[in-house]
């Protein structure tokens, strides 16, 4: 799953922390895209169960490519 950190109703955050409560995705790769880059909220994102995390200034396709490569 690929998701952006900052949404309208439930952060990326909050997504991924529901979606690893449900034991039935425990292997279920995410990866959360933001323009969040501090150092805290990349450890967040890590934290709550995000297998990566790509800024966005620094997004390139084939980087995100790559990560799903080695996450499937």
Same mark, same amino acid.
């Given at each position: 799953?690929?998701? @952006?950190? *900052?949404?309208?109703?439930?952060?990326? &955050? @909050?997504?991924?922390?529901?979606?690893?409560? @449900?034991?039935? &995705?425990?292997?279920?790769?995410?990866?959360?895209?933001?323009?969040?880059?501090?150092? *805290? @909220?990349?450890?967040?994102?890590?934290?709550?169960?995000? /297998?990566?995390?790509?800024?966005?200034? /620094? &997004?390139?396709?084939? /980087?995100?490519?790559?990560?799903?490569?080695?996450?499937?």
């Amino acid at each position: 799953m690929i998701s @952006d950190v *900052e949404m309208p109703r439930m952060n990326g &955050f @909050d997504l991924t922390t529901k979606i690893r409560s @449900d034991k039935k &995705f425990a292997d279920l790769p995410i990866v959360l895209v933001t323009a969040l880059e501090s150092r *805290e @909220d990349r450890e967040r994102g890590i934290d709550v169960g995000a /297998n990566a995390y790509i800024v966005k200034r /620094n &997004f390139e396709q084939s /980087n995100l490519l790559e990560v799903i490569r080695q996450l499937i």
